[in-house]
């Protein structure tokens, strides 16, 4: 090979060096264009006065003060955020309910599993158009159901109403994910020793004790795992929302995400949407560490027994 | 079998039926409705399909341009597979190698995967403004060219194959590249498998994203089109059923057809995180 004697080039170990650094730029080019440096631009423009057609100015906290003493729209959207986030635990026990059922040698297992987890990969624009229907007040099959079985006379504006707007949605979001959490909780499940419920069976342990004392324990960080995908969905709800309600009625399933897309790209305060975006983000920190500390912590209780 | 046994696997059965039932209503809803060839809005609605038409999903090609949203679908997801494929190899492959600030890039793919996408929207298109990519295949597929789960997926395939061979190629005098196409990958199509998979769905599924930087209707992807038909007809028509479950079919095939990997890569992801 003919190549410059001597230099860099030369070692071996050098050449090395260069053709990883290779393999990894375009995938850091990815990250820090895409992750790393709208981060940190997100902070930065979240403390200035910024529009496309103004230069940039240094504000300080006025974008949070905004948000603080004259955005009710933010409070709403916070209070839904959080409602939404609440609402995962149900649905991750319901998850783990089916995950029980599903794991063991019951015949067609694998059947019961596909059909729900067939729901994830779903394209969340054309499940938000689905739901639509589904509620809707006459050709809706819900409210259908409803009025035949007798339970109502009028049809509920499921999508309209603003009490039921936001369960309603809620629930769409959870049909479409139940299968993901499903899925997290059969491979905690199976990589639980199996000699640890035979011990438990041997020593006499009621079927309870072993759920509380082995499984939900063994389980702690797939439990942990749907928490987080669980506080992640109030960000990626964005599509559900959108096509579902678009925030409405009013403001009564406006999200957080939502609040941001539409004060940025729909009223171009960028500047402001950047603050709202440091919250929201600082909002899913604070909530990833504690479930984590409870994760842990409840961890390291059941070691001491 | 005692008799309680068998007792309980058949409530076990009938819980899961009960489940599944419930789980399948929104694609049976949903597809009743777009082959129905009645005023959808009559009431009492039949619960079967009278009259089953394909006419909606004719009708489609008519109200809007679907083939334009299609191929924009197709060519981005194409671009953001082939990258994927390509980058994340080659650093799953640089990451089960030995070098100086390994430790350094590790920890920023990890603490990279805990950036949800949402959360950079504002700068992400202001960047993508300044390098002049709005309205362009390539500014909808670059922030997925390369994604930290399936990098992880390549390396640990990688990891799996036998030291023995890749340093046997080496004394043979293949080269770096050379043993990562001859010999790694042929090894991992699993991985491969698992990549296109996850990326495919990722993309065709991606609908924020196009919104923001599309605003010409000619370069908008499926689920574009799929939100402006909407705004456009409400739900006034069976096509827009059609329209959707013409845009779910893909999904749905790719999925039923390699479950596995795609469980495998949601599962090596989720563990690794």
Known sequence: ?305 | MTRDAKLLVSARHLTLMVISFAMLVPFYWVTRTAVTNENIYAYPPSLLPRDAHLFNFVDVWYLIPFPRYLVNSVIVSTIAVIGNVIFNAMAGYALTRQFTGRRVVLALFLSCMLIPFQATIIPAYLITARMGLLNTYLGLAFPMLSTIVCIFVFKSAFEAVPKSLVDAARIDGLTEWRIIVRVLLPLSKPAIATNVILTFIWSWNNFLWPLLITRDPNMQTLPLGLARFLSYMEDTTGALYAFAVMVLAPSILVFLMAQKEFIRGLTSGATKG
């Open chain 1, 1 to 305: 090979m003919a190549r410059p004697s001597g230099g860099w080039w030369a070692t071996r170990r050098n050449r090395q060096f260069a053709l990883i650094v290779c393999f990894l730029l375009p995938s850091l080019v990815v990250f820090f264009l895409y992750r790393l440096l709208p981060l940190g631009w997100n902070v930065i423009l979240s403390f200035q006065a910024w529009s496309p057609l103004k230069p940039a100015q240094w504000i300080g906290l006025e974008n949070y003060a905004e948000m603080w003493a004259y955005d009710d729209v933010f409070w709403v959207a916070l209070k839904n955020t959080l409602i939404f986030i609440a609402a995962s635990p149900l649905a991750i026990a319901a998850a783990l309910g089916i995950a029980l059922l599903v794991n063991s040698d019951l015949k067609g297992a694998a059947v019961y599993r596909t059909i729900v987890f067939l729901s994830y990969p779903l394209m969340a624009v054309a499940v938000g158009i689905i739901w639509r229907w589904m509620y809707d007040e006459r050709g809706g099959i819900i409210n259908y159901a409803l009025r035949a079985s007798g339970l109502t006379t009028r049809p509920i504006g499921f999508l309209q109403d603003f009490d039921w707007a936001l369960p309603s949605v809620i629930f769409a979001e959870v049909w479409q994910v139940i299968g993901f959490y499903m899925i997290i909780l059969l491979t905690g499940l199976q990589s639980i020793p199996p000699n640890l419920y035979e011990a438990a069976h041997i020593d006499g342990a009621p079927a309870r004790a072993r759920f509380f004392r082995i499984t939900v324990p063994m389980l702690r960080p797939s439990l942990f795992l749907c928490a987080v995908v669980g506080i992640l969905n109030s960000f990626g709800s964005f599509d559900l929302v959108y096509i579902m309600t678009n925030g409405g009625p009013g403001h009564a399933t406006e999200l957080l995400i939502t609040h941001i897309y539409k004060s940025a790209f729909v009223q171009s305060k960028f500047d402001y949407a950047a603050a709202l975006t440091v919250v929201q983000f600082g909002l899913l920190v604070i909530l990833t560490v504690a479930a984590n500390r409870a994760a842990g912590g409840n961890v390291g209780a059941v070691e001491r027994d």
